[in-house]
């Protein structure tokens, strides 16, 4: 299941998450964001026991956005044991999505 996260509760559900991270940078009115919705819901039942899937909208979440740089949506970052380990830009099918986060999990 995806969840929603936003700057107060980042740092708890992400920063200190025992499991590897994806988060899930996307805006509302942004078309590939609400492509690649499904692939990232997808792999979030798939991964259940091993990631946890979350979504942070940028315009409500600005502050942390741009703490991470993030410039363009959607941005996907996978986080393990706090730290960024993966950044992944932009649109992607689900094989080239997964042969990225895979080497993490």
Not at 13 to 26: A, C, G, K, N, T
Not at 46 to 59: A, G, S
Not at 80 to 105: D, T
């Amino acid at each position: 299941m995806v969840m929603y996260v936003s700057e107060s509760t980042f740092a708890q559900e992400v920063l200190q998450s025992s499991q590897p991270v994806l988060v899930d940078f996307y805006a509302d009115w942004c078309g590939p964001c609400r492509a690649i919705a499904p692939i990232v819901e997808e792999i979030a039942r798939e991964f259940n026991n091993k990631l946890k899937v979350v979504k942070l909208n940028v315009d409500q979440n600005p502050e942390i956005a741009m703490q991470y740089g993030v410039q363009s949506i959607p941005t996907l970052l996978l986080f393990k044991n706090g730290k960024e380990v993966e950044r992944l830009i932009g649109y992607m099918s689900k094989s080239k999505l997964l042969s990225k986060l895979e080497p993490h999990l």
